[in-house]
Every structure is written in structure tokens, then in C-alpha cells.
């Protein structure tokens, strides 16, 4: 099972819809934080240490969570998906592109076959 955790600013919009879209996928769970002190579920180190894979929509999510967080990221990955803050939850473009980067980054992460 891999867990992944999405993260923005304030949990409401970008991060949830990721969450909504992985849980459903077979061999996934999915959670979402947000970085601000009004983040409907901010990011907390239970977070971080729950995740596989942490998957930010900017990189200014990944420089808060790394200088809050520092030692418990040293083993786990970040990914910065360059995703705006420009989608309202479920928005089809956002499901789109939330989709095609996520399946790269697991396809990506694969272990090599005999390891």
C-alpha cells in the first residue's frame, strides 16, 4: 500500500481534490494537509511520518513543510506537482492534471523488478 499525502496552503481546494481522486486508486491511500495556520488540517508531523510520498503544489509548500519539518523529511520524498492556485475542489482540469503527474511520479518511484 502506498501512502501518499497532498499538500497546499489551506487544505480547501487543490490538496482535497488530490486526495478525493488517489484514495479510490487500488494499492493507495491518500491524505491532505495544508500549510497555513487556517488550513482546514494542517500539516502536523503524524502526517509525515503516516506518508510514502509527500506531493506539494508549489514549491513554497515544500520550503514551509522542510524548514517546519526538517529532520523527518530526510527519507522521504517531496514532489512539487507546479500546480496553482487557480481550481475549485473537483474541477476537471484539476482532476486531469492531478491524475497525469501523480501516475508519473508512482511510475517513476517503481522499484526496479528483482530488487
Known amino acids: 500500500m502506498t501512502k501518499l499525502l497532498f499538500v497546499c496552503s489551506r487544505n480547501q481546494w487543490r490538496s482535497p ?3 478525493q481522486v488517489w484514495r479510490r486508486q487500488p494499492g493507495i491511500q ?28 508549489e514549491s513554497k509548500h515544500k520550503n514551509r513543510i522542510k ?6 523529511l530526510e ?16 474541477d476537471p482540469e484539476l482532476v486531469e492534471q492531478l491524475t497525469g503527474a501523480v501516475a508519473q511520479i508512482l511510475a517513476d518511484n517503481e522499484p526496479e523488478p528483482g530488487l
Open 30 to 57: 491518500a491524505r491532505s494537509a495544508g500549510t497555513s495556520p487556517n488550513a482546514r488540517h494542517k500539516i502536523s508531523a503524524a502526517d509525515i511520518a503516516w506518508a510514502d510520498l509527500i506531493l506539494v503544489m
Open 17 to 19: 481534490t488530490g486526495e
Open 67 to 72: 524548514a517546519e519539518f526538517g529532520r523527518l
Open 75 to 90: 527519507h522521504k520524498p517531496i514532489h512539487v506537482l507546479d500546480i496553482p492556485d487557480e481550481y475549485q475542489y473537483m
